[in-house]
């Protein structure tokens, strides 16, 4: 059973950045799609970015293309979010998720993914 353990988030002022982290357990990190989502208060789950199993390709929702940056570090079996120009739209919860199968077709779903860190609290004021 693969357990997702994410670590910071935060408060920010509108423009700033903040970065956080998931931490996989197993031994087969390097064969997993990561992903994050995002779910703001009243609203749904919300795709933000994707990175292959061996980081060699990313996808970005829409709304935070150009600003967020996800990448990973198998050997430690970690993936991280970059978040930069931080806007009051991107106040959320996010979840770390992981999928045994890699397919790009379906990686912004989160039907996709099989394990699902517990949340990080992200606030960003005006």
């Known amino acids: 059973q693969v357990q997702l353990v994410e670590s910071g988030g935060g408060l920010v002022e509108a423009g700033g950045s903040l970065r956080f982290s998931c931490a996989a357990s197993g031994r087969t990190f390097d064969t997993y799609l990561m992903g994050w989502f995002r779910q703001a208060p009243g609203k749904e789950h919300e795709f933000v970015a994707a990175?292959?199993?061996?980081?060699?390709?990313?996808y970005y929702g829409d709304s935070v293309k150009g600003r967020f940056t996800i990448s990973r570090v198998n050997a430690e079996n970690t993936v991280s979010l970059q978040m930069n120009s931080l806007k009051p739209e991107d106040t959320a919860d996010y979840y770390c998720a992981a999928s045994a199968q890699y397919d790009i077709t379906t990686a912004r779903r989160r039907s996709s993914y099989d394990y699902w860190g517990q949340g990080t609290q992200v606030t960003v004021s005006s």
């Open positions: 990175i292959s199993p061996s980081g060699a390709y990313t």
